[in-house]
């Protein structure tokens, strides 16, 4: 097994400083292209046309995914859904988008994500009717930190930026999610090692 660096991901959100830095401004217009499975994970990818902003610097959006239970947690609050867009830019350095969830009313968006997510076997062909325009993240402000990629091959650095705004989601919502990736897919909590972690257009 390869050496992981010291920068690995997912870590818990805490010690956090509010910054001035750009947050990110997302400009989603792109219809789904395929699904794909990766390690037994479904992979929503879209068409070119939308992106992340950050400031002069744009990331396109490459393909949305999921895991539960959630990944991050915040001053030691565990969630119980996450929802990553995953982005790239012209020099393929990656950026991810999460949105964390804990268990409350259904939310419409990740149902329509759910429903348009082929059980295993039948990604051949699906290609979900899903506008990236409709799913982009609101937020009060993002969490920004230099982690990983949470699965295999765990690849450093990417920017991380997760959303302060916790969304709901209804038990029998876990549950599909859960069955689509063929039980409960999250990485375990790992060593901050000293990194920053600063809060960008947050509003106190």
């Known amino acids: 097994m390869t050496?992981?660096?010291?920068?690995?991901?997912?870590?818990?959100?805490?010690?956090?400083?509010?910054?001035?830095?750009?947050?990110p401004e997302?400009?989603?217009?792109?219809?789904?292209?395929?699904?794909?499975r990766v390690q037994g994970l479904p992979m929503i990818h879209?068409?070119?046309?939308s992106e992340v902003r950050l400031g002069a610097d744009r990331y396109r959006l490459l393909q949305l995914h999921w895991h539960t239970p959630a990944e991050h947690?915040?001053?030691?609050?565990?969630?119980d859904a996450e929802l990553h867009f995953v982005?790239?830019?012209?020099?393929?350095?990656?950026?991810?988008?999460?949105?964390?969830?804990?268990?409350?009313k259904t939310d419409e968006n990740l149902?329509?994500?759910?429903?348009?997510?082929?059980?295993?076997?039948?990604?051949?062909g699906k290609v979900p009717s899903l506008s990236?325009?409709?799913?982009?993240?609101?937020?009060?402000?993002?969490?920004?930190?230099?982690?990983?990629?949470?699965a295999a091959p765990f690849s450093e650095p990417v920017q991380w930026y997760l959303a302060r705004t916790v969304r709901t989601v209804s038990q029998r919502q876990v549950e599909q999610l859960q069955s689509?990736?063929?039980?409960?897919?999250?990485?375990?909590?790992q060593d901050r090692n000293e990194r920053r972690i600063i809060c960008v257009g947050c509003s106190e």
């Open 111 to 124: 149902q329509q994500i759910i429903d348009q997510t082929p059980p295993a076997g039948a990604e051949d």
């Open 3 to 23: 050496d992981l660096g010291n920068g690995q991901s997912p870590i818990d959100i805490s010690d956090w400083l509010a910054s001035n830095d750009a947050a």
């Open 87 to 104: 982005h790239i830019n012209e020099q393929d350095d990656l950026l991810v988008v999460g949105v964390v969830y804990r268990l409350g």
């Open 26 to 36: 997302f400009a989603y217009g792109s219809n789904a292209s395929r699904v794909e």
């Open 46 to 49: 879209f068409h070119s046309g």
């Open 73 to 79: 947690t915040t001053e030691a609050e565990e969630f």
């Open 180 to 189: 689509l990736t063929g039980g409960p897919n999250a990485r375990a909590l």
């Open 132 to 150: 990236a325009g409709g799913l982009a993240p609101r937020s009060d402000g993002f969490y920004h930190y230099t982690g990983s990629l949470t």
